[in-house]
């Protein structure tokens, strides 16, 4: 893996023209010891992202049916495409049978859940796998693990995500909330599992510094994650809200027919609905926010609360979730990939880690740990 540190590393990066595989290419082009190959569907659309980020080269390629020819001759291939919801591990077996390292920003439940099953062939043609280098779980366990670091134990675990609605969406996010919503999600309350509908539980959220945003349940990783890698006494939640009233409560509205089985699912209408949403982008802010609240144990078993807010204005929101994956990236292309076998990007990275990043895009971040009694800009 050292030769990675005397040259370039060669990055594949699949969906490089949607929301936020644009934004991990726009971060990863100023990377020195990178060279990055845009890759996507559509070819006018990677030529004009290409020519944009200064004439990158560019692959026309569709995830579903990507071999390992086609990543032949590159270090690391990044899938930022979507949706994981109901996705099949086409780039991982191509992946693994090039010989080459993986790396994806998975939010999709069984997706992520499965990526043990790859452990063993990773292994055998000596790469790694990576799942979930995204806000979660890479960066969210990131935060908890420094929030907690010397608790005794965990009692909660709240996570919120609050995009501003001017924020640029996909079609891929749309159809990754609507594969959930009104379904059946298995959730962790009072200490056991339970099933709620996916965008019930609607509540009004106060966020420090941003104010109150709508949030309702929502069907991830993060759920299964949280409870195997901190085991919260009480309970381990994820919500996630839109600004407008109109768009988060029409929504949790349109979710009655998949509750009452009329209708199997909203995934179907994500053109539309998108369409709709579109039509309010001019509504609302640019302010997007994410949030992190935690209560347990302390050192000395006295009761610790930790809060951790991030505020991203002028829509530089979209941009968390590739800062893991950027992380991820340095860490090839100076020498230190993961060893060989797949894995979920949890506790794999440090809250400093990201840092510089959130400096250079103008995001603030702010957190407080009670039992330490100490209040941090930067946690």
Same mark, same amino acid.
């Given at each position: 893996?050292?030769?990675?540190?005397?040259?370039?590393?060669?990055?594949?990066?699949?969906?490089?023209?949607?929301?936020?595989?644009?934004?991990?290419?726009?971060?990863?082009?100023?990377?020195?010891?990178?060279?990055?190959?845009?890759?996507?569907?559509?070819?006018?659309?990677?030529?004009?992202?290409?020519?944009?980020?200064?004439?990158?080269?560019?692959?026309?390629?569709?995830?579903?049916? #990507?071999?390992?020819? +086609? $990543? !032949?001759?590159?270090?690391?291939? /990044?899938? =930022?495409? &979507?949706?994981?919801? %109901?996705? *099949?591990?086409?780039?991982?077996?191509?992946?693994?049978?090039?010989? #080459?390292?993986?790396? +994806? $920003? !998975?939010?999709?439940?069984?997706? /992520?859940? =499965?990526? &043990?099953?790859?452990? %063993?062939? *990773?292994?055998?043609?000596?790469?790694?796998?990576?799942?979930?280098?995204?806000?979660?779980?890479? $960066?969210?366990?990131?935060?908890?693990?420094?929030?907690?670091? &010397?608790?005794?134990?965990?009692?909660?675990?709240?996570?919120?995500?609050?995009?501003?609605?001017?924020?640029?969406?996909?079609?891929?996010?749309?159809?990754?909330?609507?594969?959930?919503?009104?379904?059946?999600?298995?959730?962790?309350?009072?200490?056991?599992?339970?099933?709620?509908?996916?965008?019930?539980?609607?509540?009004?959220?106060?966020?420090?510094?941003?104010?109150?945003?709508?949030?309702?349940?929502?069907?991830?990783?993060?759920?299964?994650?949280?409870?195997?890698?901190?085991?919260?006494?009480?309970?381990?939640?994820?919500?996630?809200?839109?600004?407008?009233?109109?768009?988060?409560?029409?929504?949790?509205?349109?979710?009655?027919?998949?509750?009452?089985?009329?209708?199997?699912?909203?995934?179907?209408?994500?053109?539309?609905?998108?369409?709709?949403?579109?039509?309010?982008?001019?509504?609302?802010?640019?302010?997007?926010?994410?949030?992190?609240?935690?209560?347990?144990?302390?050192?000395?078993?006295?009761?610790?609360?930790?809060?951790?807010?991030?505020?991203?204005?002028?829509?530089?929101?979209?941009?968390?979730?590739?800062?893991?994956?950027?992380?991820?990236?340095?860490?090839?292309?100076?020498?230190?990939?993961?060893?060989?076998?797949?894995?979920?990007?949890?506790?794999?990275?440090?809250?400093?880690?990201?840092?510089?990043?959130?400096?250079?895009?103008?995001?603030?971040?702010?957190?407080?740990?009670?039992?330490?009694?100490?209040?941090?800009?930067?946690?």
């Amino acid at each position: 893996m050292g030769f990675f540190a005397m040259a370039d590393l060669r990055v594949l990066l699949i969906g490089a023209t949607g929301v936020f595989g644009s934004r991990l290419a726009e971060r990863a082009v100023r990377e020195s010891g990178i060279a990055l190959t845009l890759a996507a569907r559509d070819r006018p659309k990677l030529d004009a992202l290409a020519a944009r980020l200064g004439g990158l080269a560019v692959r026309v390629l569709d995830r579903e049916r #990507v071999t390992g020819a +086609d $990543l !032949a001759g590159f270090d690391v291939v /990044v899938d =930022a495409a &979507g949706p994981f919801q %109901a996705s *099949a591990p086409t780039v991982i077996a191509a992946a693994i049978a090039a010989g #080459v390292h993986y790396l +994806d $920003l !998975a939010d999709g439940r069984e997706f /992520v859940a =499965a990526i &043990g099953n790859h452990d %063993a062939a *990773a292994k055998a043609a000596g790469v790694s796998v990576t799942c979930g280098a995204s806000s979660i779980p890479a $960066l969210s366990h990131a935060v908890i693990d420094a929030l907690t670091a &010397g608790w005794t134990s965990i009692d909660t675990i709240r996570i919120g995500i609050f995009p501003g609605n001017r924020a640029p969406r996909g079609l891929a996010v749309v159809q990754a909330i609507l594969s959930y919503v009104g379904r059946p999600v298995r959730v962790w309350r009072g200490g056991t599992w339970t099933i709620v509908p996916g965008w019930g539980m609607t509540q009004r959220w106060t966020v420090p510094g941003v104010g109150q945003r709508w949030a309702s349940v929502c069907d991830t990783p993060e759920q299964d994650l949280l409870v195997a890698r901190y085991a919260p006494q009480g309970s381990a939640e994820f919500f996630a809200g839109m600004e407008l009233s109109l768009l988060h409560l029409g929504l949790a509205l349109l979710s009655l027919p998949i509750r009452w089985r009329w209708v199997h699912s909203l995934r179907p209408a994500s053109r539309p609905l998108l369409a709709v949403a579109k039509l309010l982008l001019p509504f609302g802010s640019d302010v997007g926010a994410m949030d992190v609240i935690v209560h347990g144990r302390g050192a000395y078993g006295g009761p610790a609360n930790g809060r951790w807010t991030l505020r991203a204005d002028g829509n530089r929101g979209p941009y968390v979730p590739v800062l893991a994956a950027l992380t991820m990236l340095r860490r090839f292309q100076s020498g230190h990939a993961p060893a060989p076998g797949a894995r979920v990007c949890a506790g794999m990275l440090t809250l400093a880690e990201s840092e510089s990043d959130f400096a250079a895009l103008g995001i603030t971040t702010s957190g407080v740990d009670i039992d330490r009694a100490r209040s941090m800009h930067k946690l």
